[in-house]
């Protein structure tokens, strides 16, 4: 199974993006995907994750504004009200046992740059 993210770009801060993440090949056997994010010199940081049974969890930063969900073999996150801090590049994950914080596949990451 291959991820790949898409969607990342520029937006002035208080300003949406939707991400996306498509799973190729036995997409069905995912049951977990989730978000980190990773700005320049800090450590990656955990931003939301879905299973494929509904449950959802996000980190502390994010809750409020994003928004994940799943459909079929992608996921998405609507982030809203983005801030200079969301800066970063943002990475989908998935894996096989319903976790959502867990991540053994990784897609190639998307720029998300909210400019102030």
């Known amino acids: 199974v291959l991820l790949q993210a898409y969607g990342g770009g520029l937006v002035q801060a208080g300003g949406f993006l939707r991400l996306s993440c498509a799973a190729s090949g036995m997409y069905f056997a995912i049951t977990g995907m989730g978000w980190y994010r990773q700005a320049p010199g800090k450590e990656r940081e955990y931003v939301a994750g879905?299973?494929?049974?509904?449950r959802s969890d996000y980190g502390d930063s994010v809750k409020g504004r994003f928004v994940i969900s799943r459909e079929k073999n992608t996921v998405y996150l609507q982030m809203h009200a983005l801030k200079p801090e969301d800066t970063a590049v943002y990475y989908c994950?998935?894996?096989?046992?319903?976790?959502?914080?867990?991540?053994?596949?990784w897609g190639q990451g998307t720029l998300v740059t909210v400019s102030s």
């Open positions: 879905i299973t494929s049974g509904g």
């Open positions: 994950g998935g894996n096989y046992d319903y976790n959502l914080y867990e991540y053994e596949l």
